[in-house]
């Protein structure tokens, strides 16, 4: 359903999807199965300009071949003809397929401010274009909107550029610059294979790197899951699959960057200098460019009026319900936040949701 400039206020649904990225697109794929009807049954809710999530917003140079898995949507495959194609262009295309072919009710660009309970136990989103009230929600925002820079004595006085990952599009903008690459996870590793062929870099980590060969599939996964699971049942932050492992997969690009050396960390700096970066020791490294490839936190402050963070400032779930609150689901958040797991989690919610609102209901095809 694509949007019109004006937009009618207090539109009443079942369900509003907030987030049309993969979270998003699963979900309201599931709601449709499990019979809530396009448009008055429930919407979804986009800030984005055009489908594709925080997809549309990679840097040019990450091919599908180069990025973490793209897992299907349910019910259309995702089958690009060339590995070597920017993921920025093609899965876009894709998710707006999907859209096209279900007939989904995206409503864009909607940005949804704050979430508040009603007097007759509903809840009112409260939007930039106006306000819809629903009896249930499914937040499926993601991270991108919300990138994390730690903070460091000095930090403020650094006369060079500072950037977040978010922020990176070309090596080339860095050429003749010394770039200190912060961070350990994948985005820093292949960001430091790009830079480090056209300028000087050094990478910095707060703990030695651990790589681990071949793919990091689904049954290597569940340990990791299992962890963030327990993190949401207790109410706490869930953490990333490199913050709660210490392994980064090696990868053609991984290995290239090994042998000619970029890949060499150093433990994290002390303080930041005028010019550069510096240790307790007394060591130092001069820095035109820090770039923070230091990850996100979950976009959720639209939730806040709802109070249900637990006292560890994060969501108690069970599955993808906030514990107490069965009408409040989050997918794409903790155990669920991965293309496959956003896809399970989004049928999970749909179901449980039927069940909340309709329980008189058929299951539908698969429960």
Do not use: K
């Not at 409260?126 to 499914?138: L, N, P």
């Not at 790197?209 to 071949?214: D, Q």
């Amino acid at each position: 359903m694509t949007s019109t400039p004006a937009l009618p206020d207090d539109v009443d649904v079942d369900v509003a999807v907030i987030g049309a990225g993969q979270a998003g697109l699963s979900t309201a794929w599931a709601l449709a199965r499990q019979g809530f009807d396009r448009g008055t049954g429930f919407v979804v809710l986009d800030g984005e300009p055009a489908p594709g999530g925080a997809w549309q917003h990679r840097w040019p140079s990450l091919t599908l071949g180069t990025t973490h898995r793209v897992h299907d949507l349910p019910g259309l495959p995702f089958a690009p003809d060339d590995d070597r194609a920017p993921a920025v262009r093609s899965v876009p295309a894709y998710f707006a397929e999907y859209e096209r072919s279900f007939e989904l009710p995206v409503v864009r660009p909607v940005r949804v401010a704050a979430v508040r309970r009603t007097d007759d136990g509903r809840f009112r989103l409260e939007t930039d274009r106006g306000s819809w009230t629903a009896r249930a929600v499914v937040n499926a925002t993601g991270t991108w909107t919300r990138p994390f820079v730690p903070r460091y004595p000095g930090q403020e006085q650094f006369r060079g550029r500072q950037l977040h990952t978010v922020d990176y599009r070309t090596a080339e903008e860095f050429r003749g610059q010394h770039v200190v690459v912060v961070g350990g996870g994948a985005s820093a590793t292949q960001l430091l294979g790009e830079i480090s062929r056209v300028t000087s870099t050094t990478w910095v980590t707060r703990r030695p790197p651990v790589w681990r060969e071949g793919v990091f599939d689904e049954n290597a996964g569940r340990e990791v899951v299992a962890r963030v699971e327990e993190a949401v049942r207790e109410g706490r932050r869930p953490g990333s699959v490199v913050g709660l492992t210490g392994l980064l997969v090696s990868t053609p690009y991984i290995a290239d960057g090994l042998e000619r050396g970029v890949l060499e960390r150093l433990p994290m700096f002390d303080r930041i200098t005028e010019d550069g970066v510096a240790w307790a020791d007394g060591s130092f490294q001069r820095a035109d460019v820090l770039l923070w490839a230091t990850g996100f936190r979950a976009a959720v402050n639209h939730l806040a009026p709802l109070h249900l963070r637990g006292p560890g400032e994060g969501f108690r779930l069970d599955g993808t319900q906030v514990v107490g609150e069965p009408r409040v689901h989050l997918v794409g958040y903790g155990p669920s936040a991965s293309t496959i797991g956003a896809n399970r989690a989004g049928q999970a919610a749909a179901r449980a949701l039927r069940r909340e609102l309709r329980p008189g209901a058929p299951p539908s095809r698969g429960d």
